[in-house]
């Protein structure tokens, strides 16, 4: 039994011991769990902190960046204001400067000029005011509200109130005018902005145009040219002495002096004001198909036309040049041109040869002054 006994003993010992190393290695292998665990904690937890740590650097970076762009941003807003200040004050300089040469130069003219300083003087008598030359400012208010374009050769049809200025407009942009004689008055806007060949210049018997208009040449070889039709001197609304600056005619690159019936003292001023400002000039002697008639008897017969057309012809050029000489000015052209021919030539027809004077190399010259302008002025960009 004691044997026996023992030997129980010994397997319920063997059998505690076993017990207690599997106990003793669950215990192990729990740990080791939980070891694992908190490794795959830690590292979890390190992972996490690395990725955010990641991030927060991406978004410092982003912000970093951001606050870059602003400042780039800025930089290039104050490069561009100050640009914009620098061509506004350039503009502005070579305005001014321009207005002081026209005022330089016309001073210097004047003082070669003593039939300029016995006008002045007459004038003072008289209390017609001095000749005002125009500031940079001005020149740049005229030129904005006239619609000036650089690039654009931009002439003026100037003269006494009726002597065919409108009408001309019309004729060298082919056209007849309007059988009403009114035509739709088109703001100057919608006249600068719209090229169309559409608009005529009003004409008629009595003081037809009141403001300056615009219109555009339909001719592709013109297209840089601006044609302006002005009202007429010498009207109670537009007093002569004030004619040339009230109207703005400084800042136009060629003027034309349109001249009806006779030759008068506002024609010869307009060639003043236009020398003192050097502006160069056309000067048209207009309706020479009507002076014409009018100086053929009656009943009238074909026959004595030629005759009556040269004579006419040669009159009116020793007439000019009598004045210019008189007045102390160059000799320069006198173109003698009738409506209608020049319509027929700038609307691609052909007139009766015999009825064409000047109006050819009127339009010759015409062409060769915008050609010269558009090689020597550079194109707006
Ligand atoms: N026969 C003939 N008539 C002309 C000629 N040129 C103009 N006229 C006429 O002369 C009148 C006056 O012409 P306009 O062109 O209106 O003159 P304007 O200088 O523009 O006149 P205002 O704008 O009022 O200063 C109109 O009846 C025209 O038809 C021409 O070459 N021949
Ligand atoms: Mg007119």
């Known amino acids: 039994m004691g044997g026996g006994g023992s030997k129980h003993e010994d397997e319920a010992r063997h059998q505690r011991e076993e017990n207690a190393k599997l106990q003793a290695e669950i215990q192990k292998l729990k740990d080791e769990r939980q070891r694992l665990n908190d490794e795959k904690h830690d590292l979890e937890l390190k992972s996490t902190q690395a990725e955010n740590a990641e991030k927060e650097e991406k978004l410092q970076r982003l912000n970093e960046k951001l606050e870059q762009t602003k400042a780039n941003q800025q930089m290039m807003e104050n490069l561009r204001k100050t640009q914009e200040e620098k061509r506004r004050l350039e503009e502005k300089i070579k305005l001014d400067n321009f207005a002081r040469k026209l005022e330089e130069d016309a001073k210097a003219r004047v003082e070669k000029e003593t039939w300029l300083r016995q006008e002045a003087e007459k004038n003072l008598e008289e209390g017609i005011p001095p000749i005002r030359y125009p500031t940079g400012d001005q020149i740049a208010e005229t030129r904005e509200s006239l619609g000036y374009q650089e690039g654009l050769l931009h002439i003026a049809i100037t003269g006494c109130s009726g002597s065919g200025k409108s009408s001309l407009i019309n004729a060298v942009r082919g056209y007849k005018n309007p059988k009403t004689g009114f ?111 009018n100086s053929m008897d009656e009943p009238y017969d074909e026959a004595d036309e030629d ?75």
């Not at 109670?236 to 004030?242: C, F, G, I, N, P």
């Not at 010869?268 to 009507?290: N, Y």
């Not at 915008?370 to 550079?378: A, D, F, G, Q």
């Open 183 to 293: 035509a739709a008055l088109t703001s100057l806007d919608t006249v600068i902005n719209n090229i169309s060949p559409g608009h005529l210049a009003q004409t008629g018997t009595s003081e037809t145009t009141t403001q300056i208009q615009r219109y555009a040449d339909p001719h592709r070889a013109r297209r840089g040219l601006a044609w302006y039709d002005v009202p007429g001197a010498g009207t109670l609304r537009v007093r002569d002495w004030q004619y040339f600056n009230d109207q703005g005619l400084y800042i136009f690159d060629t003027i034309m002096i349109a001249v009806g019936d006779r030759i008068t003292k506002t024609d010869v001023d307009l060639l003043f004001h236009c020398k003192r400002f050097g502006i160069p000039t056309f000067f048209v002697r207009s309706k020479a198909d009507q002076h014409i008639r």
């Open 307 to 381: 005759e009556v057309r040269t004579g006419y012809i040669r009159q009116t050029r020793t007439e000019f040049n009598s004045i210019l000489t008189k007045v102390g000015l160059p000799h320069q052209k006198i173109y003698i041109v009738s409506k209608e021919t020049l319509r027929l030539l700038n609307d691609g027809k052909k007139p009766k040869p015999k009825s064409i004077i000047d109006e050819e190399e009127l339009m010759r010259d015409v062409n060769d002054a915008l050609h010269k302008w558009s090689t020597s002025v550079p194109a707006d960009e």
